[in-house]
């Protein structure tokens, strides 16, 4: 355990400790783990805020509790490919649509100058940045319930992302022109437009990843 770490709760640094694990494929799908393990893994700390965490890691849909059996990281198919999409696609365009005036301009503005050349941001930084962009719209939405549904289907999205494996550079370049389209419309205040933008640009995510988790599935 770091020393920043020890400032935490406990129950709060179990619950980081194994969600970046999960998220970051180092507990792949469909693995088994049990408390003990766990409690080791963090420096042999107790059971209970092992326990906290896995309850909200199950509620977030990143852990399945099996009675008797131990704790199963949750798996991911190809089916959860459109799943995910399907559930972006119904919120991020309904935000923009009914939420787009509240966007802060000067973050457009700003989104607008770093999507501009897609060959000035480092391929490792550009994951963090597509994030921060697909939040500020939807941190317009003052629905907790919607809101928690997103965060639980962009905890599945990195792990898809981790699964695809290396990005592909013409998507790279593809993302940021369509990001740039959002941005124009939203800019213009075509709420409309950006909503369509949008539709189109979780389409063309949802082929690649799927096209890439195909070819990297010996991977997993």
């Not at 935490?8 to 494929?25: D, G, S, V, W």
């Not at 963090?128 to 997103?150: A, E, R, S, V, W």
Request: hydrophobic share 35%; net charge negative.
């Amino acid at each position: 355990m770091t020393q920043s770490s020890k400032n935490k709760p406990l129950k709060q640094y179990a619950y980081e400790f194994i969600k970046k694990k999960i998220l970051t494929c180092e507990y792949e799908p469909g693995r088994h783990l049990n408390e003990q393990q766990l409690c080791e893994a963090m420096g042999n700390i107790s059971r209970t805020p092992v326990r906290d965490a896995v309850s909200r890691l199950e509620q977030e849909g990143l852990l399945n509790i099996l009675p008797k059996k131990g704790i199963l990281v949750s798996e991911l198919r190809i089916s959860d490919i459109n799943r995910i999409f399907e559930v972006r696609m119904l919120l991020e365009p309904y935000v923009l649509r009914r939420y787009g005036s509240k966007l802060d301009a000067d973050q457009l503005r700003y989104f607008s100058q770093v999507m501009s050349d897609h060959t000035k941001v480092p391929s490792d930084s550009f994951y963090d940045l597509d994030d921060q962009f697909h939040g500020f719209i939807m941190n317009t939405m003052h629905n907790q319930y919607l809101l928690d549904t997103y965060h639980n289907i962009s905890n599945m999205n990195q792990r898809l992302r981790m699964l695809s494996g290396t990005l592909v550079e013409n998507r790279l370049a593809d993302t940021f022109a369509e990001h740039r389209a959002i941005i124009n419309a939203c800019q213009q205040k075509d709420w409309e437009t950006a909503a369509d933008a949008m539709v189109r640009h979780l389409e063309a995510s949802r082929i690649s990843t799927f096209q890439l988790i195909v070819e990297n599935e010996e991977n997993y």
